[in-house]
């Protein structure tokens, strides 16, 4: 298998699985909460389809500012392209609550708030995003290229996804970005206070005991 390593970004891509940490440390280190150790962390699946015409490299760019905008959350993002044309074996699992599937849609779907990027579907069976490629290419800027768009977009969603429809007035959750926080790149600042972080970490809890559960 091919690795391609990153290492500013400290992000290990592999041809279909991408692992993405922060942490220096690697790995071994990257699920164990470091504010009670050796307690793990919740692991999420995010399973990524985009169109053939969507360049996997911006994906996987986008994949990246998504985790970043995350990283402040106690919870493990794996992230899956599932569109190569050999896709890991994960991508065929069965979908479960872990499993959180965003697709990148050439269109705005008609029933989409009127400038969203994205939107979020619950079912019984795990939960989707989907995101929108045209308005994504229509809002990008020098300063703000299209994977930060799409990682942006990715992340608001995912956090949707674990906490129901809730916004926040500034950062990533907010209804609306400004231009200011677009182009300016905040890291891992997702505006979400503590207690909203800690529902976001308790919800992705929920769901890996529950998958867990489901499975034996
Ligand atoms: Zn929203």
């Not at 500012?65 to 402040?72: D, H, M, N, S």
């Amino acid at each position: 298998m091919k690795i391609l390593t990153l290492a500013q970004r400290g992000l290990v891509i592999s041809s279909a699985l991408w692992t993405i940490t922060s942490a220096p440390g690697g790995l071994q280190a990257r699920n164990v909460d470091p504010h009670l150790p050796g307690v793990e962390r919740p692991q999420l699946e995010v399973r990524i389809f985009r169109l053939p015409s969507v360049p996997e490299g911006i994906v996987k760019l986008a994949a990246a500012e998504a985790a970043r905008q995350l990283q402040g959350l106690l919870v493990t993002f794996d992230w899956l392209d599932c569109s190569t044309p050999v896709q890991a074996p994960a991508c065929q699992a069965p979908l479960s609550l872990k499993v959180i599937t965003i697709r990148i849609l050439p269109h705005a779907l008609p029933n989409a708030t009127e400038a969203g990027l994205g939107m979020t579907m619950w079912s019984d069976t795990g939960t989707s995003a989907a995101l929108f490629y045209d308005r994504a290419m229509a809002l990008r800027r020098p300063n703000v290229p299209l994977q930060r768009l799409l990682g942006l977009a990715m992340a608001h969603e995912i956090v949707h996804v674990l906490l129901s429809g809730d916004h926040t007035d500034e950062g990533l959750m907010a209804a609306r970005w400004s231009t200011e926080y677009l182009a300016t790149g905040h890291s891992g600042y997702s505006g979400l206070s503590r207690a909203m972080e800690a529902a976001v970490e308790s919800e992705a809890r929920r769901r890996v005991s529950q998958a867990a559960f489901t499975r034996n």
